[in-house]
Protein backbone atom coordinates (compact mmCIF):
# COMPACT_ATOMS: atom_id res chain seq x y z
CA UNK A 1 0.00 0.00 0.00
CA UNK A 2 1.46 3.27 -0.91
CA UNK A 3 2.12 6.17 2.05
CA UNK A 4 -1.17 8.10 2.72
CA UNK A 5 -0.46 11.71 2.10
CA UNK A 6 0.48 14.26 4.57
CA UNK A 7 -2.60 16.11 3.96
CA UNK A 8 -4.71 13.39 5.36
CA UNK A 9 -2.97 13.55 8.28
CA UNK A 10 -5.45 16.35 10.12
CA UNK A 11 -8.46 15.42 8.35
CA UNK A 12 -11.12 13.32 10.28
CA UNK A 13 -13.89 11.29 9.44
CA UNK A 14 -17.21 12.88 9.92
CA UNK A 15 -18.53 12.15 13.16
CA UNK A 16 -22.64 12.45 12.03
CA UNK A 17 -21.64 9.97 9.23
CA UNK A 18 -19.61 7.61 11.25
CA UNK A 19 -22.47 7.54 13.80
CA UNK A 20 -25.17 7.14 11.16
CA UNK A 21 -23.06 3.82 10.17
CA UNK A 22 -22.97 2.91 13.39
CA UNK A 23 -26.49 2.93 13.76
CA UNK A 24 -27.14 1.19 10.33
CA UNK A 25 -24.32 -1.78 12.17
CA UNK A 26 -26.14 -1.85 14.91
CA UNK A 27 -29.56 -2.35 13.50
CA UNK A 28 -28.57 -5.21 10.83
CA UNK A 29 -28.07 -6.84 13.68
CA UNK A 30 -31.35 -6.92 14.75
CA UNK A 31 -31.10 -3.82 16.89
CA UNK A 32 -34.14 -1.49 17.13
CA UNK A 33 -32.28 2.12 16.80
CA UNK A 34 -33.81 5.18 16.44
CA UNK A 35 -31.14 7.42 14.65
CA UNK A 36 -31.23 11.38 15.37
CA UNK A 37 -27.90 11.40 13.85
CA UNK A 38 -28.45 12.09 10.20
CA UNK A 39 -29.23 15.84 8.73
CA UNK A 40 -31.76 14.03 6.41
CA UNK A 41 -34.87 15.24 5.12
CA UNK A 42 -37.23 11.68 6.07
CA UNK A 43 -39.64 13.70 3.44
CA UNK A 44 -40.05 12.91 -0.45
CA UNK A 45 -38.35 14.21 -3.21
CA UNK A 46 -40.99 16.62 -4.98
CA UNK A 47 -42.90 14.16 -7.60
CA UNK A 48 -42.43 16.62 -10.77
CA UNK A 49 -38.73 16.88 -10.00
CA UNK A 50 -38.43 12.99 -10.28
CA UNK A 51 -40.94 13.22 -13.39
CA UNK A 52 -38.24 15.78 -15.01
CA UNK A 53 -35.64 13.39 -14.35
CA UNK A 54 -37.37 10.56 -16.15
CA UNK A 55 -38.38 12.79 -18.92
CA UNK A 56 -34.75 14.01 -19.29
CA UNK A 57 -33.36 10.12 -19.80
CA UNK A 58 -35.83 8.82 -21.66
CA UNK A 59 -35.02 12.19 -24.45
CA UNK A 60 -31.33 11.08 -24.11
CA UNK A 61 -30.17 13.72 -22.14
CA UNK A 62 -27.53 11.24 -21.05
CA UNK A 63 -24.07 12.64 -21.98
CA UNK A 64 -21.64 14.41 -20.94
CA UNK A 65 -23.14 18.00 -19.20
CA UNK A 66 -21.69 21.33 -19.27
CA UNK A 67 -18.78 21.64 -17.00
CA UNK A 68 -20.55 24.50 -14.97
CA UNK A 69 -23.91 23.55 -15.02
CA UNK A 70 -26.82 23.23 -17.99
CA UNK A 71 -28.10 26.71 -19.12
CA UNK A 72 -31.72 25.99 -18.27
CA UNK A 73 -30.48 24.87 -14.82
CA UNK A 74 -28.01 28.06 -14.31
CA UNK A 75 -31.31 30.34 -15.48
CA UNK A 76 -33.49 28.83 -12.91
CA UNK A 77 -30.64 29.37 -10.45
CA UNK A 78 -30.50 33.09 -11.20
CA UNK A 79 -34.28 32.92 -11.14
CA UNK A 80 -33.78 31.44 -7.42
CA UNK A 81 -31.32 33.80 -6.24
CA UNK A 82 -33.70 37.59 -7.32
CA UNK A 83 -37.08 35.69 -6.15
CA UNK A 84 -35.79 34.49 -2.73
CA UNK A 85 -33.01 36.84 -1.92
CA UNK A 86 -32.68 39.64 -4.46
CA UNK A 87 -29.58 38.84 -5.64
CA UNK A 88 -28.69 39.24 -9.48
CA UNK A 89 -26.47 36.93 -10.62
CA UNK A 90 -25.99 36.32 -14.46
CA UNK A 91 -24.63 32.45 -15.58
CA UNK A 92 -21.43 33.63 -15.76
CA UNK A 93 -21.77 34.19 -11.96
CA UNK A 94 -22.96 30.75 -11.24
CA UNK A 95 -21.65 27.56 -11.09
CA UNK A 96 -22.98 23.99 -10.35
CA UNK A 97 -21.33 21.14 -8.30
CA UNK A 98 -21.74 17.67 -6.23
CA UNK A 99 -23.64 18.73 -3.43
CA UNK A 100 -22.89 22.10 -1.31
CA UNK A 101 -20.17 20.28 -0.03
CA UNK A 102 -18.15 20.10 -2.91
CA UNK A 103 -18.62 23.62 -3.73
CA UNK A 104 -16.72 24.50 -0.39
CA UNK A 105 -14.30 21.96 -1.38
CA UNK A 106 -13.80 23.81 -4.56
CA UNK A 107 -13.58 27.22 -3.66
CA UNK A 108 -10.96 26.69 -0.62
CA UNK A 109 -8.72 24.89 -3.42
CA UNK A 110 -9.01 27.38 -6.20
CA UNK A 111 -8.27 29.89 -3.34
CA UNK A 112 -6.32 28.97 -0.33
CA UNK A 113 -2.64 29.00 0.05
CA UNK A 114 -0.87 27.43 3.12
CA UNK A 115 -1.00 29.51 6.46
CA UNK A 116 -4.58 31.30 4.81
CA UNK A 117 -6.76 31.50 7.96
CA UNK A 118 -10.55 31.08 7.52
CA UNK A 119 -12.57 32.04 10.59
CA UNK A 120 -15.61 29.97 11.16
CA UNK A 121 -18.24 30.27 13.83
CA UNK A 122 -18.12 27.74 15.99
CA UNK A 123 -20.04 25.37 16.87
CA UNK A 124 -20.11 24.59 13.04
CA UNK A 125 -20.73 21.74 10.53
CA UNK A 126 -18.13 18.87 11.14
CA UNK A 127 -16.81 19.35 7.44
CA UNK A 128 -16.02 22.76 7.12
CA UNK A 129 -12.62 22.86 9.40
CA UNK A 130 -11.41 19.64 7.95
CA UNK A 131 -11.68 21.25 3.84
CA UNK A 132 -10.26 24.21 4.95
CA UNK A 133 -7.53 21.71 6.03
CA UNK A 134 -6.97 19.78 3.14
CA UNK A 135 -6.36 23.28 1.14
CA UNK A 136 -3.60 24.17 3.03
CA UNK A 137 -5.78 26.62 5.30
CA UNK A 138 -5.50 27.33 8.59
CA UNK A 139 -9.46 26.80 10.39
CA UNK A 140 -9.94 29.70 13.41
CA UNK A 141 -12.66 29.15 15.15
CA UNK A 142 -15.20 31.49 16.92
CA UNK A 143 -17.29 30.74 19.99
CA UNK A 144 -20.88 31.33 19.74
CA UNK A 145 -22.04 30.12 22.65
CA UNK A 146 -24.95 29.15 23.94
CA UNK A 147 -25.50 32.63 26.04
CA UNK A 148 -24.92 34.64 22.49
CA UNK A 149 -27.94 32.28 21.05
CA UNK A 150 -24.92 30.18 18.95
CA UNK A 151 -24.57 33.18 16.86
CA UNK A 152 -21.90 35.39 15.92
CA UNK A 153 -20.93 38.51 17.77
CA UNK A 154 -19.47 41.57 15.68
CA UNK A 155 -17.15 42.01 18.56
CA UNK A 156 -15.53 37.99 18.76
CA UNK A 157 -15.67 38.25 14.44
CA UNK A 158 -13.42 41.49 14.68
CA UNK A 159 -11.07 40.12 17.39
CA UNK A 160 -10.42 36.92 15.70
CA UNK A 161 -9.49 39.04 11.35
CA UNK A 162 -5.98 38.91 10.83
CA UNK A 163 -3.73 40.33 8.04
CA UNK A 164 -3.98 36.07 6.98
CA UNK A 165 -7.26 36.07 6.75
CA UNK A 166 -8.54 34.91 3.65
CA UNK A 167 -12.09 33.98 4.24
CA UNK A 168 -15.42 33.74 6.87
CA UNK A 169 -17.27 31.05 6.38
CA UNK A 170 -21.48 31.68 7.69
CA UNK A 171 -24.32 29.34 7.77
CA UNK A 172 -27.05 31.02 9.60
CA UNK A 173 -29.54 28.69 10.41
CA UNK A 174 -26.66 26.73 11.25
CA UNK A 175 -25.70 23.11 11.42
CA UNK A 176 -25.61 22.29 14.13
CA UNK A 177 -27.57 24.67 16.17
CA UNK A 178 -30.20 25.59 14.42
CA UNK A 179 -29.84 29.45 15.18
CA UNK A 180 -30.18 32.27 12.65
CA UNK A 181 -29.43 35.72 12.33
CA UNK A 182 -32.08 38.19 12.39
CA UNK A 183 -31.18 41.64 9.50
CA UNK A 184 -29.61 43.30 12.37
CA UNK A 185 -27.96 40.81 13.77
CA UNK A 186 -26.54 40.13 10.10
CA UNK A 187 -25.92 43.93 9.53
CA UNK A 188 -23.48 43.87 12.67
CA UNK A 189 -21.56 41.60 10.83
CA UNK A 190 -21.37 42.96 7.63
CA UNK A 191 -20.05 46.15 9.41
CA UNK A 192 -17.09 44.60 10.47
CA UNK A 193 -16.38 42.88 7.49
CA UNK A 194 -16.19 46.33 4.98
CA UNK A 195 -13.83 47.15 7.34
CA UNK A 196 -11.73 44.42 6.46
CA UNK A 197 -11.56 44.19 2.34
CA UNK A 198 -8.97 41.68 2.25
CA UNK A 199 -11.43 39.05 3.76
CA UNK A 200 -13.93 37.14 1.41
CA UNK A 201 -17.12 35.58 2.68
CA UNK A 202 -18.71 32.14 2.09
CA UNK A 203 -22.04 32.10 3.54
CA UNK A 204 -23.49 28.67 3.36
CA UNK A 205 -27.75 28.69 3.20
CA UNK A 206 -28.61 25.42 2.50
CA UNK A 207 -31.01 25.83 5.62
CA UNK A 208 -32.38 28.83 4.27
CA UNK A 209 -36.36 27.75 4.36
CA UNK A 210 -36.10 25.99 7.39
CA UNK A 211 -37.26 28.63 10.02
CA UNK A 212 -40.36 29.13 12.26
CA UNK A 213 -42.11 31.53 14.05
CA UNK A 214 -42.16 34.11 11.29
CA UNK A 215 -38.18 34.32 11.37
CA UNK A 216 -37.50 36.34 8.09
CA UNK A 217 -33.93 34.56 6.53
CA UNK A 218 -31.06 37.20 5.20
CA UNK A 219 -28.31 36.62 3.37
CA UNK A 220 -25.24 38.70 3.72
CA UNK A 221 -24.80 39.87 -0.25
CA UNK A 222 -28.33 41.21 0.18
CA UNK A 223 -28.01 43.05 3.47
CA UNK A 224 -24.99 44.83 2.70
CA UNK A 225 -24.32 45.06 -1.24
CA UNK A 226 -21.35 47.21 -0.61
CA UNK A 227 -20.05 43.16 0.15
CA UNK A 228 -21.58 41.48 -3.17
CA UNK A 229 -18.30 41.17 -4.95
CA UNK A 230 -16.66 39.20 -1.86
CA UNK A 231 -19.26 36.94 -1.27
CA UNK A 232 -19.83 33.58 -2.27
CA UNK A 233 -23.49 32.36 -1.80
CA UNK A 234 -23.92 28.85 -1.69
CA UNK A 235 -26.84 27.11 -2.23
CA UNK A 236 -28.51 23.57 -2.89
CA UNK A 237 -31.63 21.23 -3.71
CA UNK A 238 -30.97 19.08 -0.59
CA UNK A 239 -32.48 20.20 2.67
CA UNK A 240 -35.51 22.62 1.41
CA UNK A 241 -36.19 19.84 -1.51
CA UNK A 242 -35.36 16.72 0.04
CA UNK A 243 -32.65 15.95 -2.53
CA UNK A 244 -29.95 14.33 -0.34
CA UNK A 245 -29.12 11.54 -2.97
CA UNK A 246 -29.62 13.68 -6.23
CA UNK A 247 -25.76 15.54 -5.20
CA UNK A 248 -26.62 19.10 -6.11
CA UNK A 249 -25.22 22.01 -4.72
CA UNK A 250 -24.93 25.62 -6.48
CA UNK A 251 -23.26 29.29 -6.25
CA UNK A 252 -23.64 32.35 -7.27
CA UNK A 253 -20.08 35.13 -6.87
CA UNK A 254 -18.16 37.35 -8.85
CA UNK A 255 -16.74 36.10 -12.09
CA UNK A 256 -13.20 35.07 -11.70
CA UNK A 257 -14.08 33.67 -8.51
CA UNK A 258 -16.53 31.31 -9.97
CA UNK A 259 -14.18 30.65 -13.29
CA UNK A 260 -11.59 29.63 -10.45
CA UNK A 261 -14.11 27.56 -9.02
CA UNK A 262 -14.93 26.15 -12.58
CA UNK A 263 -11.87 25.10 -12.96
CA UNK A 264 -11.25 22.71 -9.95
CA UNK A 265 -14.84 21.47 -10.63
CA UNK A 266 -13.44 20.19 -14.12
CA UNK A 267 -10.54 18.61 -12.77
CA UNK A 268 -11.93 16.83 -9.80
CA UNK A 269 -15.28 15.87 -11.21
CA UNK A 270 -16.59 17.18 -14.20
CA UNK A 271 -20.25 18.23 -14.78
CA UNK A 272 -22.73 16.88 -12.54
CA UNK A 273 -25.31 13.99 -13.64
CA UNK A 274 -27.49 15.21 -16.60
CA UNK A 275 -30.93 13.90 -14.92
CA UNK A 276 -30.00 15.80 -11.74
CA UNK A 277 -29.62 18.87 -13.32
CA UNK A 278 -32.95 18.35 -14.83
CA UNK A 279 -34.49 17.07 -11.46
CA UNK A 280 -33.13 20.68 -9.55
CA UNK A 281 -34.26 22.43 -12.65
CA UNK A 282 -37.88 21.49 -12.35
CA UNK A 283 -37.43 21.89 -8.08
CA UNK A 284 -36.37 25.33 -8.32
CA UNK A 285 -39.14 26.47 -10.99
CA UNK A 286 -41.78 24.57 -9.24
CA UNK A 287 -44.48 25.16 -6.78
CA UNK A 288 -42.95 26.61 -4.17
CA UNK A 289 -46.08 25.80 -1.62
CA UNK A 290 -44.46 22.79 -0.40
CA UNK A 291 -41.90 24.63 1.52
CA UNK A 292 -43.91 26.71 3.91
CA UNK A 293 -45.97 23.47 4.20
CA UNK A 294 -42.71 21.04 5.40
CA UNK A 295 -41.13 23.78 7.21
CA UNK A 296 -44.52 23.81 9.07
CA UNK A 297 -44.29 20.38 10.10
CA UNK A 298 -40.63 20.72 11.04
CA UNK A 299 -41.57 23.58 13.38
CA UNK A 300 -44.18 20.96 14.83
CA UNK A 301 -41.68 18.35 15.55
CA UNK A 302 -39.00 21.04 16.77
CA UNK A 303 -41.58 22.46 19.34
CA UNK A 304 -42.05 18.25 20.43
CA UNK A 305 -38.77 17.26 21.20
CA UNK A 306 -38.12 20.35 22.88
CA UNK A 307 -41.14 19.74 24.93
CA UNK A 308 -40.13 16.72 25.94
CA UNK A 309 -36.66 17.72 26.51
CA UNK A 310 -37.17 20.69 29.12
CA UNK A 311 -38.87 17.76 31.31
CA UNK A 312 -35.38 16.21 31.46
CA UNK A 313 -33.08 16.93 34.53
CA UNK A 314 -29.71 17.69 33.44
CA UNK A 315 -30.39 19.40 29.71
CA UNK A 316 -30.68 22.81 28.89
CA UNK A 317 -31.90 23.54 25.32
CA UNK A 318 -31.50 26.76 22.74
CA UNK A 319 -34.95 27.34 20.73
CA UNK A 320 -33.65 27.32 17.75
CA UNK A 321 -35.10 29.48 14.77
CA UNK A 322 -34.03 27.17 12.00
CA UNK A 323 -32.63 24.50 10.26
CA UNK A 324 -33.65 20.74 11.84
CA UNK A 325 -31.35 20.28 14.83
CA UNK A 326 -31.38 21.13 18.89
CA UNK A 327 -28.05 21.45 20.18
CA UNK A 328 -28.90 20.07 24.30
CA UNK A 329 -26.08 21.39 26.79
CA UNK A 330 -25.60 18.12 29.13
CA UNK A 331 -23.03 20.06 31.62
CA UNK A 332 -24.67 18.88 34.61
CA UNK A 333 -25.02 15.23 33.53
CA UNK A 334 -20.91 15.08 33.22
CA UNK A 335 -19.10 13.24 36.15
CA UNK A 336 -22.42 10.87 36.37
CA UNK A 337 -22.37 7.53 35.34
CA UNK A 338 -24.74 5.48 33.21
CA UNK A 339 -26.78 2.54 34.31
CA UNK A 340 -24.53 0.69 32.03
CA UNK A 341 -21.38 1.83 34.19
CA UNK A 342 -20.50 3.87 31.44
CA UNK A 343 -18.22 6.99 33.54
CA UNK A 344 -19.93 10.39 31.48
CA UNK A 345 -16.55 12.23 31.44
CA UNK A 346 -17.47 13.86 28.39
CA UNK A 347 -20.24 14.22 25.18
CA UNK A 348 -18.28 11.58 23.50
CA UNK A 349 -18.78 9.39 26.38
CA UNK A 350 -22.21 10.54 26.82
CA UNK A 351 -23.61 9.42 23.02
CA UNK A 352 -21.96 6.42 22.94
CA UNK A 353 -23.32 5.24 26.05
CA UNK A 354 -26.83 6.81 24.62
CA UNK A 355 -26.49 4.38 21.47
CA UNK A 356 -25.09 1.37 23.09
CA UNK A 357 -27.50 0.92 26.03
CA UNK A 358 -30.67 2.77 24.64
CA UNK A 359 -30.10 2.45 21.87
CA UNK A 360 -30.26 6.43 20.14
CA UNK A 361 -27.93 8.06 17.90
CA UNK A 362 -26.99 10.97 18.01
CA UNK A 363 -23.43 12.90 17.57
CA UNK A 364 -21.32 14.69 20.13
CA UNK A 365 -21.07 18.11 20.29
CA UNK A 366 -17.21 17.85 20.06
CA UNK A 367 -17.54 16.95 16.43
CA UNK A 368 -18.77 20.62 16.16
CA UNK A 369 -15.90 22.29 17.92
CA UNK A 370 -18.68 22.76 20.99
CA UNK A 371 -18.65 20.60 24.32
CA UNK A 372 -20.38 19.65 26.36
CA UNK A 373 -23.49 19.37 23.96
CA UNK A 374 -25.04 16.76 21.54
CA UNK A 375 -26.43 17.17 18.73
CA UNK A 376 -30.17 15.88 17.82
CA UNK A 377 -31.75 15.72 14.22
CA UNK A 378 -35.27 15.77 14.58
CA UNK A 379 -35.87 15.42 10.55
CA UNK A 380 -37.63 12.11 11.05
CA UNK A 381 -41.33 11.07 11.95
CA UNK A 382 -43.32 12.29 15.00
CA UNK A 383 -43.38 8.53 15.82
CA UNK A 384 -39.80 7.76 16.05
CA UNK A 385 -39.22 11.51 18.35
CA UNK A 386 -41.59 10.32 20.92
CA UNK A 387 -39.86 7.27 21.09
CA UNK A 388 -36.24 8.85 21.03
CA UNK A 389 -36.77 11.04 23.73
CA UNK A 390 -38.69 8.45 25.70
CA UNK A 391 -35.34 6.54 25.49
CA UNK A 392 -33.22 9.66 26.45
CA UNK A 393 -35.43 10.54 29.18
CA UNK A 394 -34.73 7.19 30.76
CA UNK A 395 -31.03 7.28 30.07
CA UNK A 396 -30.75 10.36 31.68
CA UNK A 397 -33.09 9.58 34.66
CA UNK A 398 -30.99 6.56 35.53
CA UNK A 399 -27.71 8.44 35.97
CA UNK A 400 -26.07 8.27 38.88
Not at 21 to 28: G, I, S, T
Not at 107 to 127: K, Q, R, Y
Not at 138 to 165: M, N, S, W, Y
Not at 390 to 399: T, W
Amino acid sequence: MPAIAERLKNVSISASAAMTQRARDLAAKGVKVVSLSSGEPDFPTPIHAIEAAHAAALAGDTKYPPMDGTPALKAAIANKFKRDNNLNYDASQIVVSGGGKQVIFNAMLATCNPGDEVVIPTPSWVSYADIVKFAGGIPVPVACPQQAGFKLRAEDLEAAITPRTKWLFLNFPSNPTGAACSRAEMAAIAEVMLRHPHVWIMTDDIYEHLVYDGFEFCTIAEVEPRLYDRVLTMNGVSKAYAMTGWRLGFCGGPKDLIAAISNVNGQNSGGITTVTQAAATAALKGPQDLLKTRAEIYKERRDFVLGKLAEIEGLRCHKPEGAFYIFPNIAELIGKTSKGGRKIETDVDFVMALVDEHHVATVQGAAYGMSPFFRISYATSMEQLAEACARIAQFCKDMK
